[in-house]
């Protein structure tokens, strides 16, 4: 069975992996999921990542973020836009996620960044993922 959507396939290993306490988890490598894997480590939702090569594929290697509790930093992941019905929105109605506790990335013309570094550049985009 291919996998119609890998961005949100990433998202759902991240998560389970998380409500699981793994310590890590592999993903397939693309650019898009680099930038989202870097945003997530630079807003400190993951520990941190790497590349692996695995039987010729490249994968990247998520370790997963857990408070002094043992619980997981990531409360929630969740797909904005998908393949059959893609979100865009323009910089003045970028959601905020629990009140700026959580992100939204946004994919835009001057790259993948956060919802609030779009909001201050002025720009708008296509509503990736919002994490919290």
């Known amino acids: ?11 759902t290993k ?22 989202i894997v870097k945003i997530m480590k ?3 939702f993951v520990k941190n990542f790497k590349k692996v090569t695995k039987d010729g594929a490249t ?7 857990y408070d002094e509790n043992q619980a997981p930093v990531i409360h929630g992941i969740e797909r904005l836009s998908t393949p059959g019905r893609r979100v865009y929105t ?10 700026g506790y959580g992100i ?3 994919s835009t013309s001057s790259g993948v960044i956060t919802g609030k570094k779009a909001s201050e550049q002025l720009v708008g985009g296509e509503l990736i993922c919002s994490i919290w």
Do not use: C, T, W
């Open 1 to 11: 069975m291919a996998v119609s959507d890998p961005v949100a396939d990433m998202l």
């Open 14 to 35: 991240i998560r389970n992996a998380s409500q699981a306490k793994h310590e890590k988890v592999d993903v397939a490598n693309s650019k898009l999921k680099l930038q």
């Open 42 to 44: 630079n807003e400190g």
């Open 59 to 65: 994968y990247l290697r998520v370790f997963l973020k």
């Open 90 to 99: 323009g910089y003045k109605s970028i959601p905020r996620i629990y009140n």
């Open 104 to 106: 939204v990335i946004v």
